[in-house]
């Protein structure tokens, strides 16, 4: 797995990148960080990811969760590979995310809450490959 960090977005092997308002990611599946009010759950084929659910979309699989801040976090299934994006430390518990094998992390008490965890699988700062 590849991953660039710039920005505070999250580009994820070329495919995926998690961003906050930006929607000119050309070629990539977006994935945003927040619920947003123009819903687009029936629409993925525009390449926007950004409310709660599962979606299958190029022979990926994502699981969108939600919080009760409208926050979005995500496992997405590259070949087998389980990558979580976490926003919420809270939420690292949920049985969602107990095949994760990558965690890709951009705040500190997420870092933590993983840190807890039994199997955690590799955790990967993203601010730090700035």
Not at 13 to 23: E, K, L, P, S, W
Not at 97 to 121: E, P, S
Request: glycine share 6%.
């Amino acid at each position: 797995m590849k991953f660039t960090y710039i920005d505070d977005n999250i580009t994820i092997n070329d495919t995926f990148v998690i961003v906050d308002q930006t929607d000119n990611q050309s070629g990539l599946v977006i994935l945003k960080k927040t619920i947003w009010p123009d819903m687009r759950y029936q629409q993925v084929w525009l390449g926007v990811v950004d409310y709660p659910g599962e979606y299958e979309l190029n022979g990926y699989t994502i699981e969108v969760i939600n919080d009760s801040d409208g926050l979005l976090n995500y496992v997405i299934v590259i070949n087998d590979e389980h990558i979580a994006y976490v926003q919420n430390p809270k939420l690292v518990t949920k049985s969602v995310f107990n095949h994760v094998t990558h965690w890709l992390c951009d705040r500190d008490d997420v870092i933590v809450a993983i840190g807890k965890l039994d199997d955690t699988g590799s955790i990967t700062d993203v601010r730090e490959s700035k």
